[in-house]
């Protein structure tokens, strides 16, 4: 949210329980972030390809997309960031920044009620044509 200075996210995750939770934690972390009010769209247990296609038909706004990968002993949740066009993040376009701002202890502190933003659960068909956003 901070490096993209965006007002909406779409989050979505692999099914897995413990990337469903820090799917809910992304959430609730982004509606928080400064004073952007972020609205996060919840879209639970859906593929990359769906989280992309979702990001190209909500016209521009930043995703992530969260797996876990690795056997019960040490599990390990990945998440992948997209910018507003659909593109991975990488050092140059944000990710570098975040790195940055988590080494300096300068994560997004919480912000009072009416700079906070909201989190709406996913509806399949707005990825559908004739769809609502």
């Not at 949210?1 to 099914?15: C, E, P």
């Amino acid at each position: 949210m901070l490096t993209q200075k965006a007002t909406r996210i779409a989050v979505a995750h692999d099914g897995h329980r413990l990337s469903a939770e820090f799917a809910d934690r992304l959430c609730r972390g982004a509606i928080n972030c400064q004073h952007y009010a972020c609205d996060g769209r919840h879209m639970g247990h859906q593929d990359e390809e769906t989280l992309l296609l979702a990001l190209k038909y909500l016209s521009g706004i930043p995703g992530a997309w969260l797996s876990t990968t690795g056997p019960d002993t040490g599990q390990m949740v990945r998440i992948t960031l997209f910018n507003r066009h659909g593109a991975r993040l990488d050092d140059a376009s944000g990710l570098g920044e975040i790195r940055q701002l988590i080494a300096a202890d300068r994560v997004p502190r919480p912000v009072n009620e009416r700079a906070k933003g909201t989190i709406e659960h996913w509806h399949p068909d707005l990825t559908r044509p004739g769809g609502k956003t």
